[in-house]
């Protein structure tokens, strides 16, 4: 048994070490710096700036401001952004600016890496949604699609880097026999489609499958139809669908989901949904972000403070916003799994691919 006088406080350390604290100072310095950078990063892949840059020599800000079809003045004021930055090289003597190929290699719309710049529009975009989160904390209450503007936009670059481009020749063969099914036919869901690019892609590769999305928000589903109108695609079809209530029986031979069901309102009831509606020997082919469950095992995690930010401002108020707990962006994979196999899969194989680091793919069979 404990007394009083075996419980003790911790010792508060009242000594400032001068040094640490100018270290930790200058730090926080740098971080204030490299978020307005990454204001500017957005606001030049959103203008196209980077693109351009990548095919000049060495030019004035006047000749890009015309090549590009903007002001001069603003223009050179992005420009001086990037200079000290050090992704723009500049000539004090003729007055040019240069983007080096090292450089555009992960800031254009063909870069030979993932274009790091579509990451960048998440840090304005927060900014954009700040007086509603802090609404949030004071109430506990959430949010809607509609209070961040473009974030569909964003997605859907996100979802042509890090899904689109390796769908059919890295993640289906992991699945036996996918591909072959596919060219056969196959129906197929696509849950939280938002603008539809990787089913889109399916639809095209596949004419003998039939393929449907879902998404809660009208617009993007209003332009994921367009998009299916203008290739004169028969076989493809978006639907405005609140998943919450999403209840259907062997309907499908394949389910999709791109990082889209930890923004659910309930998570756990929309897998067991998706376990229900699989015919038998279905899959389910889940992305959804990687990081642990455990915040220690995420210090290292690839970009684990931009995630839990953006978990912060949109994943977790999103959810709470449609009624739902809140299981935040970086909800852990563990959860993920144990959601997955508490609905009845009797098969899940989890794979983190090389190109991906910052994603889980999960393939869950669902047996006779």
Known sequence: MFTDTETTEPVKDTHLDAQAAEAFADCTADMINAGSQCVMLSIGHRLGLFDLMATLPPESSQQIANKAGLTERYVREWLAVMVTANIVEYSASLKTYYLPKIHAACLTRDAEHDNLAVYAQFIPMMGVAQDRI????????GTQYDDYPCFHKIMSEDSEQSVVCS??????????????????????????????????????????????????????????????????????????????????????????????????????????????????????????????????????????????????????????????????????????????????????????????????????????
């Open 134 to 141: 802090l609404s949030c904390f004071e109430s506990g209450g």
């Open 167 to 368: 769908l059919f020749d890295v993640v289906f063969p992991l699945i036996t026999g996918l591909d072959q099914k596919m060219q056969i036919g196959m129906n197929v869901l696509d849950v939280g489609c938002g603008k539809g690019h990787a089913l889109i892609a399916m639809a095209e590769r596949y004419p003998q499958s039939q393929f449907t999305g879902y998404d809660l928000c009208e617009a993007t589903v209003v332009e994921a139809n367009h998009l299916v109108k203008t290739r004169e695609l028969k076989n493809i079809q978006f639907k405005v669908k609140d998943l919450a209530s999403f209840n259907v029986h062997a309907e499908y031979d394949l389910i999709t989901s791109f990082d889209a069901i930890h923004d659910q309102k309930d998570p756990q009831g929309l897998i067991n949904g998706i376990q229900r509606a699989l015919r038998d020997s279905g899959v389910y082919l889940m992305q959804d972000i990687g990081g642990s469950a455990h915040l220690e095992k995420n210090i290292d995690f690839p970009m684990a403070s931009l995630l839990y930010s953006i978990s912060c401002t949109h994943c977790t108020p999103i959810s709470i916003g449609q009624g739902g707990e809140g299981l935040g962006a970086m909800w852990g994979w563990e959860t993920a799994q144990t959601m997955l196999e508490n609905a009845g899969f009797q098969s899940v194989e989890r794979h983190v691919l090389p190109h991906d680091p910052m994603n889980v793919w999960f393939i869950s069979h669902k047996e006779r």
